[in-house]
């Protein structure tokens, strides 16, 4: 009997786990419905003007007056890990933070070890990680707890300190870590460079030079239309983050349902077979009781 208490006790414990992960599958989907519609909503408007911001900046080559698009040799750079703020999302969390981790020692090893490496981290995660295993960078820990508030004018403040800090060569180069997503199931952890703005492809392999006219001149619609796009692209990044650890959690969450229901099946199999063990055995005795009675 004891065994079959045990069972039951498991098998209550399993199906109170269950309603758990329902429970957080149902929130994380709400929650997607309403972070996709906002990332899909922004991608194509940030895609466009960050291809156009590349465009301008190569083909106007040295002319712009602007810091943004010049590359100088990277003696400080910094590096913004966009993680969540909560786990049980399956390896989301890791696998941005491997993004992050190959860029710097792809990229950033020796800046890294000239002690001028900076890591940003936006999401509780990654400034866990990095705070417990890189001790040699320099944790800009302000922005933890930016998903509280996505707001545009609150995400400017990050890259307006960021550009700030580019421009003042405080640092070199900016590449932001962040999920990319594309679909609940499936989200693609990825360390691009933000700054200095990466020159167009295009112009690069067919040797065109486009010709814009600006109005009212260069140098004020640079001013304006620059540091607007780069703030553009930097929301995008959290918005695809955010959408991103949703689609996974539910993702997560989903399995960890249907791993409950099929652990419940087994459970109670093996609660059937040792009850009927149990019948049988009391069945026994009393026949043998019987038999020695008789006898």
């Known amino acids: 009997m004891a065994n079959l208490k045990a069972v039951r ?71 913004v890990v966009v993680t969540s703020n909560r786990g049980l999302c399956g390896a989301f969390n890791t696998n941005v933070i491997k993004a992050a981790i190959k860029t710097i020692h792809e990229k950033y090893d020796d800046v890294r070890k000239e002690g001028n490496l900076t890591i940003l981290p936006i999401g509780k995660r990654g400034y866990e990680f990095f705070a417990k295993n890189y001790k040699d960078v320099n944790l800009i820990d302000d922005y933890v707890e930016l ?26 180069a900016v590449d932001v870590a962040y999920g990319r997503f594309k679909n609940a199931a499936t989200q693609y952890p990825e360390c691009e460079q933000w700054l200095p703005v990466p ?17 009212p001149d260069m140098k004020s619609l640079l001013e304006t239309l620059i540091p607007s796009i780069l703030q553009t692209t930097f929301h995008k990044f959290l918005l695809d983050t955010h959408a991103s650890e949703h689609g996974a959690r539910m993702t997560a969450m989903d399995k960890a349902t249907e791993n409950a ?23 026994l005795e009393i026949v043998s009781g019987a038999a020695a009675l008789e006898g």
Request: hydrophobic residues 35%; charged residues 30%; glycine residues 2%.
């Open 261 to 283: 229901q099929d652990l419940l099946k087994d459970l109670k199999l093996t609660y059937n077979k040792a009850r009927q063990e149990a019948i049988t055995g009391e069945i």
């Open 147 to 172: 998903f509280a508030d996505l707001s545009f004018e609150n995400v400017a403040q990050v890259s307006q300190r960021l550009m700030d800090a580019f421009s003042k060569e405080e640092f070199d």
């Open 9 to 79: 006790e498991r098998i209550k414990s399993v199906q109170n786990t269950q309603q758990i992960t329902k429970a957080m599958k149902m929130v994380s989907a709400a929650k997607l419905r309403r972070a996709q519609q906002a990332i899909q909503q922004m991608r194509p408007y940030a895609n466009k003007l960050n291809e156009m911001l590349r465009n301008i900046l190569t083909n106007l080559d040295g002319n712009a007056d602007t810091s943004f698009g010049k590359e100088r040799p990277v003696k400080k750079a910094c590096v």
């Open 199 to 215: 020159k167009a492809e295009t112009a690069e392999t067919n040797g065109s030079k486009a010709d814009y006219i600006f109005e």
